[in-house]
């Protein structure tokens, strides 16, 4: 029991992994995808006219669009991340065949939708949870359509990677195998995935009525939103409350506005601070808009960041730093909070439940103290222009409600990193002195390799070697042979069995080239 256990949770650790090298891409380009988005608004250029200029304009639409292919393009950035980390065997062939099947899960429902004559009109596609995805019209799984297609492949890559087919079919065995067998398994996925996404969207639209009750109906709407976030639903949620009877029906001088977006339209751009409708609405609308994001994006996910900081080991601080700060700055200036809800969503689900929850609870002050800033994106450009330049927002509420924000996630995080030992950025189970050893300060990973080779005792006794942030897995096939005193002699920071066959050696961030040089070396032997 306490193996599969074990298992478990090592498959849990490895899918979490998996997802650091995607993430690590979304937080630069993220940032830099917020800054344009940001700069490039009609209401940015009217309050500063130079970023009219022809020549800046073009070079801030043009960065816009480069960067927002990696965003519009994330599940299938997801697959292959997850298949790349998750399989053992044939990685590159797992990682071909993730976007096989992540293309044919997309193909699969899109031929669902036409069947079944659920194809949405090109106006209800953000309410009804469809869209367009690399050129086919399907339904928009997000990050979840990718990550079942890198975990569909990355199995499949290690089941079938040595099948033996008949002489008349031997030419489709073996790696060949992987990208067809993924390809036949997506095809029931899509066909089941739209039924359940119905029933989800179904069940979203029936209780929509509950996010508009006054107070707690915006605490409720944030609680589901952040929850939804794995799922890609939020963006439904967000759709219905902004577009539908689901945000509620506004009377703004005789003429009557269905969901939330058109009338803050109007009271924002039209009638502005001045008008009684403005006191009247503005602190119930913008809770569901940029004013009420911005509670995460400018406070809750920077005090989640330090807490990460702050509990990681004093070793790994340097490292830990860069990958922290620029995740909470991607928040900060372009309202992209995944990539760190991601960094531990799947290294501890019970805590981004918390985290969800304490999302809601945090919003019920928002409408009592009738903070009004709009717009849509929750960012600092959204705080200084609707914020600070607009009259009556009462902004400096909203920094107190941050504050006190703030304060209780950094502390609940805190606790709950430490409590738990949570593997978050830079709590790594190493701690790499600066004069770990003479072979890692030359960085002679050739000579580092072949001492844990011999340590492990010899290229037969390995069976599969992997790496993650900071450590080699090696499985191996006599674990009584290992020669640990050997070992540390390649300066590793530390040696563990987490399970009769299978070692961790611990390099910290120099482990993948460590692992480069292993791989060449056993290959070089087999050779």
């Not at 209780?207 to 709407?221: E, N, R």
């Amino acid at each position: 029991m306490s193996k599969n256990k074990s298992s478990w949770k090592d498959s849990i650790q490895t899918f979490g992994r998996s997802l650091l090298l995607p993430i690590a891409l979304l937080a630069p380009i993220g940032m830099i995808m917020g800054i344009c988005n940001a700069l490039g608004q009609s209401y940015m250029i009217e309050r500063f006219p130079f970023l009219g200029n022809e020549i800046l304009k073009l070079f801030i639409t043009g960065a816009k669009d480069i960067t927002s292919i990696i965003f519009n393009n994330i599940p299938i950035l997801f697959a292959m991340g997850v298949a790349q980390g998750m399989s053992k065997n044939e990685k590159g062939i797992a990682v071909f065949a993730s976007v096989v099947g992540y293309l044919t899960l997309n193909m699969v429902m899109n031929v669902y939708l036409k069947s079944t004559g659920t194809l949405a009109e090109s106006a209800d596609m953000a309410r009804l949870g469809q869209g367009l995805v690399l050129g086919v019209h399907t339904i928009k799984t997000e990050a979840l359509g990718g990550l079942i297609a890198g975990v569909v492949a990355a199995k499949v890559a290690d089941r079938f990677y040595k099948l033996e087919l008949p002489l008349a079919f031997a030419f489709f065995g073996g790696k060949k195998s992987i990208p067809i067998i993924t390809f036949a398994c997506m095809i029931p996925i899509g066909l089941v995935l739209p039924i359940l996404w119905g029933l989800l969207i179904k069940f979203l639209i029936a209780i929509s009525f509950i996010f508009t009750t006054p107070h707690i109906g915006a605490s409720i709407y944030y609680m589901f939103h952040r929850a939804l976030i794995p799922f890609g639903l939020h963006h439904v949620l967000a759709a219905v409350v902004r577009f539908t009877e689901a945000g509620g029906t506004y009377i703004i001088n005789g003429a009557e506005y269905v969901g939330i977006l058109p009338a803050v339209n109007e009271i924002l751009f039209n009638l502005g601070p001045d008008s009684p409708y403005w006191g009247a609405l503005m602190p119930k609308l913008t809770s569901y808009l940029a004013g009420g994001q911005m509670l995460t994006t400018l406070f809750r996910i920077p005090a989640i960041g330090l807490a990460m900081y702050r509990t990681s080991f004093l070793k790994n601080r340097k490292i830990a730093k860069g990958v922290i700060l620029t995740c909470c700055l991607t928040a900060f200036l372009g309202n992209i909070t995944e990539p760190l809800e991601f960094s531990f969503l799947f290294i501890s689900p019970p805590l981004f439940v918390l985290y969800c929850v304490m999302c809601g609870i945090g919003q019920l002050p928002y409408q009592l103290l009738n903070i009004s800033i709009g717009y849509m994106r929750g960012t600092i450009f959204d705080f200084g222009i609707f914020g600070l330049l607009y009259e009556n927002t009462h902004w400096v509420s909203l920094i107190i409600l941050g504050i006190i924000n703030a304060v209780v996630f950094y502390f609940v995080f805190k606790w709950f990193i430490l409590k738990f030992n949570l593997e978050t950025p830079g709590r790594e189970s190493f701690e790499l002195e600066e004069s770990a050893g003479t072979l890692l300060k030359a960085k002679d990973w050739q000579g580092i390799a072949a001492i844990v080779i011999e340590g492990l005792g010899g290229k037969e006794n390995m069976l599969n070697v992997e790496n993650c942030i900071s450590r080699l897995r090696i499985d191996l096939k006599d674990p009584a042979i290992v020669n640990q005193i050997k070992l540390k002699e390649s300066g590793c920071a530390g040696i563990f069995f987490p399970s009769s066959n299978h070692i961790h050696v611990v390099f910290g961030p120099h482990v993948e080239f460590v692992r480069h040089a292993v791989d060449d070396q056993l290959k070089g032997k087999r050779d």
